[in-house]
Each structure stands twice: as structure tokens, then as C-alpha cells.
């Protein structure tokens, strides 16, 4: 079980990656100077539509692997600086580059953070700095393929899955499949890019675990609502 405050840390990584642009500043996504390069890092998204070519191919998790706790506890750190730099709660001297990096080693070393390996919450958090390598999409769409290949063997989770699937194809411009991605507007909140089949919207979201797009939009409506 995570502890109380890694369970605040990614469910508060959870909202953050919701907002992509539109919605950055009244969401409170990147209240830093990494703010200022959201538009940047869309623009790069939108300029790779594959991996990083020296991303290593991904494979089944192997089974029966022992539970890491160095490892966890590292991603765990990781997630708490990077949601102190966001939220303003704290320094992050470290950066989303340099976390980026690193879990790029972590995933040519062990594949994607399994369940196994470093828990529910260490999976989380592998997740969330994945969510934030909005500079290096090559990396993003990496490790959107070693998420896949563990959520297909019941290792990660499949919201994380959508929610990352969902941030690149927004930022490269692209329909996305869940309708995670929100700008926040005068109207409310929107889809950041228009849905890829808003009639299997609801099923979709369903098979990821995630709630009812309906109730999704009210929360993040009071999201879009907070001052700036």
C-alpha cells in the first residue's frame, strides 16, 4: 500500500496530467518556469510520431521478480520533487529532463516499473514523470510501448496507459481515445483535441478503469474554476 503521502503525491500527479495547455494555468500544470515552455514542448510532440529509435523493444514482464524497494523508493522521490516544482510546494532542482533520463535507464535496464517490481505506487510514479517528458516525445511514445506490453501482462495500470496515450497524441496535435486532455475555456472544460470515436468514448474509458467522461468533466470543471 503507498504511503499516505505518496498517495497524495500521485493522486495530485493524477489531476496535473490532465491539463496539457489550455488549461496549464488555471489548473495549476507546471506553475514554473517550466510553464513557460508548454507551447514548446507541444510543438516538439507534434514533430515525432515514433519512439526514440534506440528505445529498446519491449517485452513481456518476466514473472515472479522481487519487489525492489530501493527502486520504489527512488521513483517515489522522484514523483515527490516533481510535484513540489509543480505545485510550488518546494524546490525541484532535479528537472523533468533529468528525471526523464533516469527512467529512461530504468526501463533499458528493467523494462516498464511493474506492479512486482516496485508496487502500485512506484508504477504510479514511473507513470506521472513519463506523463511530464513532454521535451523528448521520442521517450514519451518509448515508454507508452513498455506500459502497454505491461498493462497487457496485468502489471501496470491501464488509466495510466490512457492518460499517457491520450498526452501524446494531444500534444502532436492528434484526436486523442479517452478525452483525458482538457483545456479549461470561458464554456468549461473541453477536449484538448477532439475525441477519436466520441461514440466508444464511454466503453473505453470503462476498459481503463477510469470513470464516466460525464463525471470526468465536472471534476476537472472545478478544476478549470480555481483562481489562477
Known amino acids: 500500500m503507498a504511503a499516505p503521502g505518496a498517495q497524495r503525491s500521485i493522486g495530485a500527479a493524477l489531476l496535473l496530467a490532465a491539463v496539457l495547455t489550455g488549461c496549464a494555468a488555471d489548473a495549476g500544470d507546471d506553475p514554473t518556469p517550466a510553464q513557460a515552455t508548454a507551447s514548446a514542448s507541444a510543438t516538439a510532440s507534434a514533430t515525432s510520431t515514433a519512439p526514440d529509435p534506440d528505445c529498446p523493444a519491449p517485452t513481456p514482464p518476466a514473472a ?8 520504489h523508493d527512488e521513483l517515489l522521490a522522484m514523483l515527490e520533487r516533481d510535484q513540489a516544482g509543480r505545485l510550488g510546494t518546494g524546490p525541484d532542482d532535479e528537472g523533468d529532463a533529468a528525471r526523464t533520463e533516469r527512467l529512461a535507464a530504468i526501463i533499458e535496464q528493467h523494462g516498464w516499473p511493474t506492479f512486482d517490481l516496485v508496487g502500485e505506487d512506484g508504477e504510479d510514479a514511473a507513470w506521472a514523470i513519463a506523463q511530464h517528458a513532454d521535451l523528448d516525445p521520442g521517450f514519451q511514445r518509448c515508454a507508452l510501448e513498455h506500459l502497454r506490453a505491461a498493462v497487457d501482462a496485468g502489471q501496470a495500470s491501464p488509466g495510466n496507459l490512457a492518460y499517457l496515450d491520450d498526452r501524446i497524441q494531444a500534444a502532436a496535435g492528434e484526436p486523442q481515445r479517452y478525452g483525458t486532455q482538457v483545456a479549461c475555456t470561458d ?9 477519436a470515436d466520441a461514440d466508444a468514448i464511454e466503453r473505453l474509458r470503462a476498459e481503463a478503469g477510469l470513470e464516466p467522461y460525464d463525471d470526468y468533466l465536472a471534476e476537472m470543471a472545478e478544476i478549470c474554476a480555481l483562481p489562477d
Open 64 to 71: 515472479g521478480v522481487a519487489f525492489d524497494e530501493q527502486l
Open 187 to 195: 464554456a468549461g472544460p473541453e477536449p484538448a483535441t477532439p475525441l
